[in-house]
């Protein structure tokens, strides 16, 4: 069994900063790379970033490169999404993903993460 659990949304102001979490539960060691995608209002699902195994090598499309940042502590089971200088379209539900393989920058797509969390809402106003 495994389950990703994400945390740190809410309601936020325009330029503020968040943080957002992804505790890894159970059979941890089958969970690899790892990922975060979003889904705004009225829009498809995104790819946001995804990280290594190891942490060494952080990803992101070119879409989405300045504002965010994802890191990883493996031995903590945790990652964490980083995102600055908040926009109102940053509104959305972030979804943390895993996968029980590894994969290293654009090969990270959507189709290799297994494990899904739940999701926690982003909401920026003004």
């Known amino acids: 069994q495994v389950q990703l659990v994400e945390s740190g949304g809410g309601l936020v102001q325009t330029g503020d900063s968040l943080r957002l979490s992804c505790s890894v539960r159970?059979?941890?060691?089958?969970?690899?790379?790892m990922s975060w995608f979003r889904q705004a209002p009225g829009k498809e699902r995104e790819f946001v970033a995804a990280?290594?195994?190891?942490?060494?090598?952080?990803y992101y499309p070119d879409s989405i490169k300045g504002r965010f940042t994802i890191s990883r502590d493996t031995d903590k089971n945790t990652i964490w999404l980083q995102i600055d200088v908040l926009e109102s379209e940053d509104t959305a539900v972030y979804y943390c993903?895993?996968?029980?393989?590894?994969?290293?920058?654009?090969?990270?797509?959507?189709?290799?993460?297994?494990?899904w969390g739940q999701g926690t809402q982003v909401t920026v106003s003004s």
């Open positions: 159970g059979r941890t060691r089958s969970v690899y790379a």
């Open positions: 990280i290594d195994y190891s942490g060494t090598w952080p």
């Open positions: 993903a895993g996968s029980q393989g590894d994969c290293q920058g654009y090969l990270c797509t959507e189709q290799v993460f297994q494990f």
